[in-house]
C-alpha cells in the first residue's frame, strides 16, 4: 500500500520517510522502535542522584537564563511529595508560557538532596497518573520522535493486517495476533503486552528467514535427480594411501560425506569448516580426483592469486597425472585462450583461479563439481554463476572460520556441514602471548631467537599506510621502519599489502618461500591459504583493531610444521578479549567466545541466501527461538511443498528467492 493513501502524510513527510528507507504502509509499521523509555511518577524522598519521574505543581514564574545564542535554561520552583524543589531545564525556554503558577505537570530527572536541586530532562505539561511507555525511534530531518509515532498508529487504527504465520502456529504457541502486536510494540500498553509483542515479531522475522534457508534445501533435494557418480574406490584409496601423511579421523569423515554424496541421488551442496591448519585443502583434492575418475571436470575457486597458485602447485604434487591449468586476471591472452579452448575440448581435468572463472567466456565441456575456498568471500550470484556452467553440479564450499555448530545448522542450513576439528598429527600447538607497546624488547628478543634459528617471520599491520590522525596505529611503512632500526639492517624484510601490482606481490611471495626475505611486513593479505612451513613466528600490531577470528585465522600462517610456533599480539587495550587467543587455539572455542563477547554483529561477512540484518531479533539472545523456527518452518514446508496456494505471503517469499536456486 502507497505512503500518500494514509491521511496526514504529505509529499514533505513522505520525502523524510523514503529517507529513512520507508517507501510503503509496510515499511513505516514496520520500523520498529529501538528502545523505550519506562516512566512511573515516584516519591522524590526515596531518590538520590537517579533518573526518576515526579508530579508536581509549579509555584513560581520560571526565569529564562540566556547563556548564549543556542544555549539557555529554565529555572523555577516545584512543590512536590510535601516539599519545594529548585528545577532546572536546558534548551526548553519555549515551555517557559506554559508553565504558570499552579500548573500540574511531570518532570523527568535527577535529584540532588544536598542542594535540594532537580535538573530536568524532560517536563510534560499534564502529571502523569499511572506508568507510561514511550518508544524511541531512529529519526531524520527534524521528525519528530512522537509525530513518527502517531503516524505509525494511526496507519494501525485504518487497516487490516492479516497473521502472515500460519494459523496453526499462533495455535500452537498461543500468539497473540499480527495486527495487536504491532500496536503493541509501537504503543505498549503495559510490559507484558510489549513482551507478546517481541515474541510474536522476533518469531515472525526468524521463521521466514529459516523458510528461506529450509525451503531451498529441501527442494532441491527433491527435484534435483543427480546422476552418480561412478569412480574406482580403490584408486582413491591408493591416492590416501601415496600421501606423505596420514589424514585426521575427521578429514576421513569428510571425505567420505563427500564420496557419499557423489553416489547418491540429490545433488551435492555441502560446506567444510576446518579450523586453520586442518587439512581442509587434501580433502578438496581428493574430491577432484574423485570427480575426475568419475569423467567430470572440476573448477576450483579461490579468493586471492596467492592461494588459487599454491592451490595450482600443490594439485599437480598430490593427484599423478592430472590436467590441470591456472587461470587469473594476469594470465596472458595467448594463455587465457589456450587454457579456454582446452577446457572446452574437455582437454582439462579441473581449472584453478580466483573471479576470473565466474567470466562469461569460461566454458566447461562437462562441469561436474565446483570447490569455493572461503566462500564467504564471494557473494551468493558470484558462486552461482560459476556452478550455473554445468548441469546438476556438485557444490563444495569451504571455509577456515568456526562458528558454532548450532548457528551453522541454521545460517548455513540449506547445505550439509562436515567438520575438520582435529589436526594433522606432529603439529604443536603455537605458544601465543600478549605484549604491550612498553615491552616490545621482548617481543624483539623472541623474534631475533627465531631467525638466528634460520626461520621466518611475519609482521601484521592494520593499515596499507599512515591515516591515522592520532599517530597510534602502525602502518607496514612504519613497521618496515622500525623493524629495520630494531635490527641495525641486518635482516632481509619485505613488505606485501593489497596495494602492490600482482607480479610485485608475486616476487616477494617467493623471496619469502625460498627464503631470501626473513621478515615479512604485511595486511591481513596473508590471512588465507599461505604455507610457509619454515615460518615461525606471527606478530600481529595493534591486535585490539582485529576480530578474533582474523587473529585466529593469521595465527593459522605458523605453526605449520613440528616446530615450537609463536603468535605474538602488540596492543594495550582489550585485554580481556585477547587473552581469549592466549588460552586457546581452537578455533571453535574460539568463535562462541567472539560471539558471546561482540554479539552477533555481522557474523558471517556477508549474505547467504537468506538475509542477516533483523529489524527485531537478534542471533545471541534469541538463538532457542531460531532454533525452533528452524523445526517449524521445516515442518510447515513439508505439509506445503507442491502447492502454497493456501499461503499467498510464502508463495511471494518463494518467488523472491528462485534465482538462488
Avoid: W
Amino acid at each position: 500500500m502507497d505512503l500518500t493513501s494514509i491521511n496526514g502524510i504529505g509529499d514533505k513527510t513522505i520525502k523524510i520517510l523514503n529517507n529513512m528507507n520507508i517507501f510503503s504502509v509496510e515499511d513505516l509499521i514496520n520500523y520498529y522502535p529501538y528502545k523505550y523509555n519506562f516512566y512511573k511518577p515516584e516519591n522524590i524522598n526515596n531518590y538520590i542522584n537517579e533518573t526518576i519521574t515526579i508530579n508536581g505543581i509549579v509555584e513560581s514564574i520560571p526565569k529564562a537564563i540566556y547563556i548564549k545564542k543556542n544555549f539557555n535554561y529554565l529555572s523555577f520552583r516545584v512543590v512536590t511529595s510535601n516539599k519545594i524543589i529548585n528545577v532546572t531545564i536546558f534548551n526548553r525556554n519555549f515551555l517557559k508560557n506554559n508553565l504558570t503558577i499552579g500548573k500540574e505537570i511531570c518532570l523527568i530527572g535527577k535529584y540532588n538532596k544536598e542542594k535540594n536541586t532537580f535538573t530536568a530532562n524532560n517536563i510534560l505539561l499534564t502529571p502523569l497518573l499511572e506508568s507510561i511507555i514511550e518508544p524511541i525511534y531512529h529519526i531524520k530531518n527534524n521528525l519528530k520522535n512522537k509525530q513518527l509515532n502517531n503516524l505509525i498508529c494511526n496507519t494501525l487504527n485504518n487497516i487490516e493486517q492479516e497473521n502472515t504465520l500460519p494459523e496453526y502456529i499462533i495455535e500452537r504457541y498461543n500468539f497473540i495476533n499480527e495486527h495487536n502486536a504491532l500496536k503493541e510494540i509501537h504503543n505498549p500498553k503495559n510490559i507484558n503486552n510489549l513482551k507478546q509483542a517481541k515474541i510474536y515479531l522476533k518469531y515472525k522475522e526468524l521463521f521466514e528467514f529459516m523458510f528461506k534457508i529450509n525451503y531451498l534445501k529441501i527442494k532441491r533435494n527433491i527435484n534435483l535427480n543427480n546422476i552418480k557418480k561412478e569412480f574406482d574406490k580403490e584408486k582413491i584409496k591408493e591416492l590416501i594411501n601415496s600421501l606423505p601423511f596420514d589424514l585426521t579421523q575427521d578429514q576421513n569423515k569428510a571425505i567420505e560425506d563427500i564420496l557419499n554424496d557423489f553416489n547418491s541421488n540429490k545433488r551435492m551442496n555441502r560446506l567444510v569448516i576446518g579450523d586453520v591448519g586442518s587439512g581442509k585443502t587434501i580433502v578438496a583434492f581428493i574430491a577432484i580426483y574423485a570427480n575426475i575418475l568419475s569423467k567430470y571436470q572440476s573448477a576450483f575457486l579461490a579468493p586471492t592469486e596467492i592461494l588459487a597458485n599454491q592451490h595450482f602447485i600443490n594439485i599437480q604434487k598430490t593427484i599423478p597425472n592430472i590436467n590441470v591449468e591456472l587461470l587469473t586476471s594476469t594470465t596472458s591472452k595467448t594463455k587465457r585462450k589456450e587454457i579456454l579452448t582446452k577446457l572446452k575440448n574437455n582437454e582439462l581435468d579441473c581449472i584453478i583461479g580466483t573471479h576470473s572463472l565466474i567470466n562469461e567466456e569460461v566454458q566447461f565441456n562437462n562441469l561436474g563439481l565446483v570447490i569455493t575456498d572461503e566462500q564467504h568471500r564471494f557473494g551468493v550470484n558470484q558462486r552461482k554463476n560459476l556452478q550455473n556452467k554445468g548441469d546438476a553440479v556438485d557444490v563444495l564450499y569451504m571455509s577456515a572460520t568456526p562458528i558454532p555448530r548450532t548457528y551453522a545448522l541454521t545460517i548455513y542450513g540449506d547445505m550439509d556441514i562436515s567438520e575438520i576439528k582435529t589436526k594433522p598429527s606432529g603439529r604443536k600447538e603455537v605458544i601465543t602471548k600478549l605484549y604491550k607497546e612498553s615491552d616490545i624488547k621482548e617481543c624483539l628478543n623472541i623474534m631475533l631467537d627465531e631467525i638466528k634459528k634460520g626461520h621466518q617471520i611475519y609482521v601484521v599491520s592494520p593499515l596499507v599506510e599512515e591515516q591515522d590522525e592520532e599517530g597510534t596505529l602502525y602502518d607496514v611503512e612504519k613497521l618496515y621502519d622500525k623493524l629495520n632500526i630494531a635490527f641495525n639492517n641486518k635482516i632481509d624484510i619485505g613488505i606485501l599489502h593489497g596495494k602492490l601490482k600482482t607480479k610485485e606481490k608475486e616476487t616477494i611471495m617467493d623471496n619469502f618461500k625460498q627464503g631470501k626475505i626473513k621478515i615479512l611486513v604485511s595486511t591481513t593479505v596473508i590471512e588465507v591459504g599461505v604455507d610457509v612451513k619454515n615460518a615461525t613466528c606471527m606478530v600481529i600490531f595493534n591486535a585490539e583493531r582485529f576480530g578474533l577470528s582474523t587473529l585466529h585465522q593469521l595465527r593459522g600462517r605458523v605453526g605449520r610444521n613440528d616446530l615450537t610456533s609463536y603468535c605474538l599480539l602488540v596492543s594495550n587495550y582489550d585485554k580481556e578479549r585477547l587473552n581469549v587467543l592466549c588460552s586457546s587455539t581452537d578455533g571453535f572455542y574460539i568463535s562462541e567466545k567472539d560471539f558471546e563477547l561482540r554479539g552477533s554483529g555481522n557474523l558471517f561477512g556477508t549474505e547467504q541466501s537468506g538475509e542477516m540484518s533483523f529489524k527485531l531479533a537478534n542471533i545471541k539472545e534469541d538463538i532457542k527461538i531460531l532454533n525452533q523456527t528452524n523445526i517449524d518452518s521445516k515442518e510447515f514446508i513439508e505439509k506445503n511443498i507442491n502447492n502454497f496456494s493456501e499461503y499467498p505471503y510464502y508463495q511471494r517469499i518463494i518467488d523472491s528467492i528462485s534465482f538462488i536456486d
